[in-house]
């Protein structure tokens, strides 16, 4: 096992994050960023493809390091998402309510403020989000939603492009606990 | 228990709140009811950010427009694309009626109906979904806009409501994958179900592989639906292809060209009948309905109009005789004297000339009759009329197709050759001015000049029923 990797795979569990958002700023940023995915595509329209609430219920799952904390800010971000589709009101949430579990698992366990495993989670847990979402809508809902693989992927490196400055930004609000 | 809930408390949770949604997504679906107070809180949380952030962009980004850039162009831009969008919708109207129906039966019916009550609203979001497409508009029901309107611009048909809440609503695209509408071709009156597919373009089902829709054909709204008014467009079709069962017939909306920004909920629509060149285009011919006809008639003149008939004629003549004479229809006693129907113009010119040669011109009321004429007056008649073939005499101006020798006697004249057979003179009764030949009159023979082109049958001077 290499040095990387044992730095990576720390003692099993890490403690919660010393550094916590403000209440403030936990409400805030995931109403801009649900706001940006609302408003911004009708003038950018390449910007669609930002998933900016589900990277933002990456990060702070990542940096709670706190699985129910973690599970509740996905599902309400989730279903403030729903409320403003016209899907049944749960389909977001429910894949949100799972990332933030599985995040806050993984940081529990690695070293996730390394860029490289930032940049690898991010587009995983975009991966698993899109796909999760469409095998719902599909078992749940009976809607025949088309999955193209070659194009999330494409929008998975991007989004993950995007997390590495957008977790900076978002680092910098953190405040000592 | 206390144990196990402290030992898989993580996973307790993931699973209370998974299960939780899976509840609320099972209670939707299968009771087909919403949430609404979720959406509510929502929607009020995120639209007045929308509509502040609208606001601000258009008025800072139109300032610079409207005073460094454009000045006064741009507002003069939104007025005329306001007029051009109003021209174009009458446009649409007055097209889809003037293609179905006869010219006047269209402007009546436009005239007769009114238009849709609509409201303006503008796009201020779109709505999240991974394949909906949904839009934002900032016109609630407190504007009077309720679930189910359809929502329209001068180029075609946007979408519908699907939620709407006080200060904003909820527009399900053409595009979405949910949305379906009635839809009928322009030129072959085929119909179908317009899907959308989640993409730019929409299918048009249920359309039999026998019917016949061209690449470029429009498609305009049924009305079938109840939501969408009829006659508004829809888009041209893109590609069409032999199904299995059905044709496979893809659309281009013409009502999302660019993105829509401002839009127009209908919350009256005008619900238009089916036009009779539906049935006219399968192969029925229609008659303009009586009633109408009758209403059309113009009343007091004696000219024949378009949807008129003989007896109608007929009977305004009478009127007019009457009336010149100052009788009153249906008041003078039995025995008491009759107008002289003889008065009438076209009776009197039968009654006055009965053995006066066809061709002849009208005389003024105290002239000579016809027969007393000179034989130098006769120059004009046809030559072959038959009161020349019996005199024997050809006038020196007259036409003949067949040369004919001249008799000495009336001997001869009987054993000469016959004359050619003359042009018919039966008067063509035209009942629709609009039907009769453009060529009738310019081909028709002298006698139209000196005669009315619609001359009456020459009816028994009959008084009527007093």
């Known amino acids: ?72 800010y996905g599902m309400s971000i989730g279903l403030v998402q729903d409320s403003l589709s016209h899907q049944p009101i749960g389909m977001f949430g429910i894949v949100k309510t799972l990332v933030g579990y599985f995040a806050a698992s993984v940081s529990m366990r690695f070293d996730v403020e390394n860029p490289i495993v930032t940049f690898i989670l991010s587009f995983f847990f975009y991966l698993f989000h899109q796909f999760f979402y469409w095998v719902l809508a599909r078992a749940l809902l009976g809607q025949t939603m088309l999955f193209d693989a070659q194009q999330t992927l494409l929008f998975g490196l991007l989004n993950a492009a995007v997390a590495l400055p957008l977790f900076r930004v978002l680092d910098k609000l953190k405040v000592a606990a | 228990m206390e144990f196990f809930l402290s030992r898989y408390r993580n996973v307790t949770v993931l699973l209370v709140a998974i299960v939780a949604q899976l509840l609320l997504i099972a209670y939707q679906v299968k009771s087909n009811k919403d949430v609404p107070l979720l959406r509510v809180w929502a929607v009020s949380a995120v639209t007045p950010t929308e509509q502040a952030l609208e606001v601000v962009r258009r008025y800072t980004w139109g300032f610079v427009e409207d005073y460094f850039v ?45 238009q849709s009550k609509m409201v303006a609203a503008r796009v201020i979001g779109n709505g999240t979904g991974a394949n909906s497409k949904t839009v934002f508009v ?16 001068p180029d075609g048909i946007v979408g519908k409501v699907v939620d709407a809440y006080p200060m904003a609503s909820l527009v399900m695209l053409i595009t979405d994958g949910n949305f379906a509408a009635g839809i009928l071709s322009q030129k072959n009156r085929v119909r179908g179900t317009l899907k959308g597919l989640g993409h730019g373009e929409c299918q048009v089902e249920y359309v039999q592989n026998e019917e016949k829709v061209d690449v470029g054909e429009w498609f305009f709204t049924s009305g079938d639906d109840r939501i969408f008014p009829k006659g508004f467009p829809v888009g041209q079709v893109a590609v069409v292809r032999t199904g299995k069962t059905f044709k496979e017939i893809y659309l281009t909306p013409s009502g999302l060209q660019g993105g829509p920004e401002e839009v127009l909920i209908v919350l009256e629509g005008v619900h238009q009948q089916i036009p009779e060149s539906e049935l006219s285009a399968s192969g029925y011919k229609i008659l303009p309905a009586p ?27 009478y009127k007019q005789a009457g009336d010149a004479q100052h009788h009153v229809f249906g008041e003078g006693l039995p025995g008491s004297t009759p107008p002289d129907f003889t008065k009438i113009q076209g009776v009197r010119a039968t009654v006055q000339q009965p053995g006066a040669q066809q061709g002849a011109p009208p005389k003024p009321p105290g002239t000579q009759p016809a027969t007393s004429n000179p034989p130098g007056t006769t120059a004009a008649k046809p030559a072959s009329s038959d009161a020349t073939a019996a005199n024997g005499t050809a006038a020196p101006g007259a036409k003949s197709a067949v040369k004919t020798p001249v008799a000495k006697t009336p001997q001869d004249a009987a054993a000469a050759e016959p004359p050619p057979k ?8 035209v009942t629709d001015p609009t039907d009769a030949d453009p060529t009738a009159e310019a081909t028709s023979p002298p006698a139209t000049k000196d005669k009315p082109a619609i001359a009456p049958k020459q009816p028994p001077p009959r008084p009527p029923n007093q």
């Not at chain 1, 700023?25 to 995915?37: E, G, N």
């Not at chain 1, 329209?45 to 699985?67: K, N």
């Not at chain 2, 004696?302 to 305004?316: I, N, W």
């Open chain 2, 422 to 429: 003359p042009r018919p003179r039966t008067q063509i009764l």
């Open chain 2, 70 to 114: 454009l000045l006064g162009v741009r507002s003069e831009n939104e007025k005329l694309k306001q007029q051009n969008g109003q021209l174009k919708l009458e446009n649409h109207y007055l097209r889809s009626e003037l293609g179905t129906a006869d010219r006047a039966r269209a402007l009546a019916a436009f005239q007769s109906q009114s």
């Open chain 2, 291 to 317: 009633a109408e006809a009758d209403s059309e008639a113009p009343q007091g003149t004696g000219s024949p109009t378009a949807l008129s008939t003989d007896a109608d004629r007929l009977r305004e003549q």
């Open chain 2, 138 to 153: 900032d016109r609630g029901s407190v504007a009077g806009v309720e679930n189910g309107m359809a929502v329209v611009t």
């Open chain 1, 1 to 72: 096992m290499s040095e990387f990797t044992e730095r990576l795979l720390t003692s099993p569990p890490r403690k919660e994050s010393t550094e916590r958002f403000r209440i403030v700023w936990l409400i805030v940023v995931p109403l801009i960023a649900i706001l940006f995915q609302v408003y911004v595509p009708r003038f950018l329209q390449f910007l669609s493809y930002l998933e900016l609430p589900l990277l933002i219920t990456v990060h702070f799952a990542l940096g709670r390091r706190g699985p129910i904390a973690a599970v509740i």
